[in-house]
T-cell receptor, first 113, second 112 residues
């Protein structure tokens, strides 16, 4: 069966520090991968999505970046965090051409102080 | 572009009350529609889905019917429980399911 792992679960980082959040999927090949951010009391904002190793699309211009070093690994990074980067970050995967919807990871609570 | 509009919360109900959370959408073509649920501190889970007009998705006592004529996908449950307290997201998937568009979420609180 397919599983998705996301870590860390919580993170407190000072302003200006770097960020690296990791997400891996097991039990499937060539998944579509997504990073979402959920600010406190707000909905989901799509940050990046990837349909292949060298295919990453950015939805919102910001100081975050994403990389996909392996087929089932998706990394969200920042060189210098801002206070506004605080939020709940969710990784998700889906299969191209299917209507199974997304499967989400358990999320990372990031607080920038 | 595609969009999803759902009723603002929070919605507060007593246990065993009837629940309706309204959701309408705007999309080209024939999207698939979903309801996701997010329990406190967790990621989202797929609750139910419908892939074509007049389909009814159901799970855990929740139901929603894909109404193309009114572009709606309202979530209903006949008798809510305290354990149903969560945030509910309506969503649609278009363009070969490559991207899902989410509504802003509706927080449900069920009190004993």
């Amino acid at each position: 069966s397919q599983t998705i792992h996301q870590w860390p679960a919580t993170l407190v980082q000072p302003v200006g520090s770097p960020l690296s959040l990791e997400c891996t999927v097991e039990g499937t090949s060539n998944p579509n991968l997504y990073w979402y951010r959920q600010a406190a009391g707000r909905g989901l904002q799509l940050l990046f999505y990837s349909i292949g190793i060298d295919q990453i699309s950015s939805e919102v211009p910001q100081n975050l970046s994403a990389s996909r070093p392996q087929d089932r690994q998706f990394i969200l990074s920042s060189k210098k965090l801002l206070l506004s980067d605080s939020g709940f970050y969710l990784c998700a995967w889906s299969l191209m051409g299917t209507d199974y919807g997304y499967t989400f990871g358990s999320g990372t609570r990031l607080t920038v102080v | 572009g595609d969009s999803v509009t759902q009723m603002e919360g929070p919605v507060t109900l007593s246990e065993e009350a009837f629940l309706t959370i309204n959701c309408t959408y705007t999309a080209t073509g024939y999207p698939s529609l979903f309801w996701y649920v997010q329990y406190p501190g967790e990621g989202l889970q797929l609750l139910l889905k419908a892939t074509k007009a007049d389909d009814k998705g159901s799970n855990k006592g929740f139901e929603a019917t894909y109404r193309k004529e009114t572009t709606s996908f309202h979530l209903e449950k006949g008798s809510v429980q305290v354990s149903d307290s969560a945030v509910y997201f309506c969503a649609l998937s278009n363009k070969g399911y490559q991207k899902v568009t989410f509504g802003t979420g509706t927080k449900l609180q069920v009190i004993p």
